[in-house]
């Protein structure tokens, strides 16, 4: 794994999210508790709704254009949605957020 910083933990708020551009395509990083986080792709594979813009709910988000759930931890929609969103691990790191960008690297462009 190769890990690049993409900002502070701190720049997160809890139950929030916010989008980061990368050479490899924007990504979505969402913080679900004081030190709990993940990244997914931003966009929706529905109809392509940024994702960093939706409603964080315990380790789930809610597309802002239509509602559909995805889980943080697999990217699978929830219910009776069918889809998935590309995740890709990410860790703190002496109060930093560290995104392997190799994993970011074998994704498709959005």
Known sequence: MSWMDIGALADVPVRGARMVKT?????????????????????CPHKGGPLSEGIVHGTRVTCPLHNRVFSLESGEAQGAD?????????????????????????????
């Open 23 to 43: 050479q490899g395509g924007c990504v979505a990083v969402f913080r679900t508790g004081p030190e709990e986080v993940f990244a997914t792709a931003d966009r």
């Open 82 to 110: 069918e889809g998935r969103i590309a995740t890709y691990p990410i860790r703190i790191e002496n109060g930093r957020l560290m995104l392997d960008t190799a994993a970011l690297a074998a994704r498709e462009p959005a």
